[in-house]
């Protein structure tokens, strides 16, 4: 589970950083900053609990570093609202994985399951956020949303093997 959250919150920083890039400091700006610095708080617990408990990173890292810059890329370039629409994508099946994760933790270990409670928490604002920005109004919404969620679910899965 720790290797997995790792990998998927580096990703999340990843993207957000490939849709700075492209949208810089626009009227999105404070939107992107307040989320990637969450994802970011969260990166850095991940980090911190993959040296506590000897839990190896997923190997696809230099995959999800490219991977990940190059959607928050490509969506930014759409336009913010396309952007906003990946955010709603990644943060729909990223707040079901932790909710899977916080119900098979909650007997074995309830101070991670409130640990990702809390992170759930915050992508769940993530995702209401972006809807609220004018997410279902980019172009292809529909069809965008189904292949990023997708796509992150490819990753959860190549991320547990690897």
Known sequence: M???D???EYGAVRIYQGQRAVLGRGAAGPTLDHMQAQEEAHLARFRALIAERRVR????LPLWH????????????LGTRAAMACTVAVETEIS?????????LAATDPALAAEIAG??????EHHD?????GAAGAPGYRLLSAGIRAGCRLAIAASEML
């Open 66 to 77: 490219l991977a990940g810059f190059a959607l928050g890329a490509v969506t930014a370039a």
């Open 57 to 60: 990173p997923t190997a696809l």
């Open 119 to 124: 992170f759930r928490a915050e992508e769940e």
């Open 96 to 104: 079901a994985h932790y909710a899977r994760q916080e119900a098979a």
């Open 129 to 133: 956020t972006a809807l609220a920005a």
């Open 6 to 8: 790792h990998a998927g």
């Open 2 to 4: 720790i290797r997995v």
